[in-house]
Nanobody, 127 residues
């Protein structure tokens, strides 16, 4: 089992920045891909980005490419989502997830591929 706890959400004005954290516990993450997703009211869960824990290789969705960055801290067993140049359309509940896969990070864009999920953290961007 992997437990994931997100934090760092909040309210920010358009153009601002936030950094979300996802603290993992329960298992070593060396064989895991960590993903970030978001879900706005009335919409399906949307892929944001992924990172392979062991190599740091990342892949991003088109809507956030160039604005969001995923990183990880081995010592803290934590994955981060740095969000810059935020837009009102980025408003959503953000979730981190973990998948024990050997696949390339760019292939894990479907939330159904993930085995573990955090509880989510709300991000609200005002115009």
């Amino acid at each position: 089992q992997v437990q994931l706890v997100e934090s760092g959400g909040g309210m920010v004005q358009a153009g601002g920045s936030l950094r979300l954290s996802c603290a993992a516990s329960g298992r070593a993450l060396n064989s895991y891909i960590m993903g970030w997703f978001r879900q706005a009211p009335g919409k399906e869960r949307e892929f944001v980005g992924t990172v392979r824990w062991s190599t740091g290789i990342t892949y991003y969705g088109d809507s956030v490419k160039g604005r969001f960055t995923i990183s990880r801290d081995y010592a803290k067993n934590t994955v981060y989502l740095q969000m810059n140049s935020l837009k009102p359309e980025d408003t959503a509940v953000y979730y981190c997830a973990a998948a024990a896969r050997l696949s390339a990070v760019r292939t894990l864009t479907d939330p159904r591929e993930y085995d573990y999920w955090g509880q989510g953290t709300q991000v609200t961007v005002s115009s």
